[in-house]
């Protein structure tokens, strides 16, 4: 199978094709459709819409929804499990989690995540819906899934039930103290080396835990939505800091853990005035960042030298790669 990319944006879905002169437009799909997100496995590729959940079982040639069971429709975040590419989860808007163990043929509701998304008072600041589910990583059994102004949930039985991470409130009133994490989550990723690596971009910093999730310590204090650990190596990080909400937006790393930063903006001219990066993808050798303006840049990991990663095609909200 030649590698595919998948470009999610506000008017459908650009497919490219990996050639040895680099990537190639090779269709446009969805067209008309808002695509808040896409992920990929062997057998399928999932798009999330406002209007719920598209699926291609030819590589994105043909699409068809596939909304049984879905019963919240804005979907912000799609993912196939690490180990099981029949076994998919849709985060939304209003806060919730859907698990597909079909391939995306059929959706159920993780109604714990409900419950406490209720009785917490999950919220937005921009919308009236009660919170977002906007990421998920997992580690064989184990799982965490980022809440927008909510927390952090984590699951112990590969994704089927959901329970607040031990060093979460849940409560986005709460004040944040030493050892939880902040309740504005954004994102979440794990290590491959093990499942208690967790960190965790939020609006009131980056944090980190080495327990599951028990206990957390603040690695920089900002606003920010994404980062990168290295597969190979968990002290090297990648992110993406900003002032406030798009606000002073750039790119940092560190190679000691967190301990000490450098700027990772070779390439860019940086501080963005109006933007920051909103979400970042680890493709081959490359990380692939897509900014909040809709704009996506890519570099190599070794060197972070920054570079447009292809020529505009709408605004961008995400990108999946399939392929070896």
Known sequence: MDRRLFLAGDDGLTVLEQSS?????????????PVTTVSAS?????????????????????????????????????????????LAFAGTEP????????????????PEVAELRDGNGW???????AGCVRGFAFHGLRGYAAVEQGGLLRTDDGGLSWHLAGGSTGDPEAPVLEGRIHTDVHSVTTHPSSPDLVLAPTGGG?????????????????????????????QHIVFGPAE?????????????????WEDA?????????????????QIGDELWAVLSNGDLVAAPVESLEWRPAFPKVGRLAAVAALGA
């Not at 002169?21 to 459709?33: F, S, T």
């Not at 603040?218 to 597969?231: G, N, S």
């Not at 406030?244 to 000490?260: F, H, N």
């Not at 390439?267 to 993808?281: A, K, Y």
């Open 21 to 33: 002169e680099g990537w190639e437009k090779v269709g446009r799909v969805l067209e008309g459709q």
């Open 42 to 86: 062997k057998y399928a590729v999932l798009a999330g819409t406002r209007e719920g959940v598209f699926v291609s079982r030819d590589e994105g040639r043909s699409w068809e929804p596939r909304n049984r069971g879905l019963a919240e429709t804005h979907v912000r975040w799609l993912s196939y499990h690490v180990d099981d590419p029949w």
């Open 95 to 110: 806060a919730a989690i859907f698990v597909s163990e079909d391939g995306a043929e059929s959706w159920r509701a993780c």
């Open 123 to 129: 919220y937005l600041p921009y919308s009236p819906e």
């Open 206 to 234: 980056l944090y980190w835990s080495e327990d599951g999730g028990q206990t957390w310590t603040e690695l920089y204090d900002c606003y920010c939505r994404a980062a990168w650990i290295d597969p190979q190596n968990a």
């Open 244 to 260: 406030g909400v798009d606000s002073k937006g750039r790119i940092m790393r560190s190679t000691d853990g967190g301990e000490t």
């Open 265 to 281: 903006s070779s390439g860019l001219s940086v501080p963005w005035p109006q933007h920051m990066v909103e979400r970042v993808t």
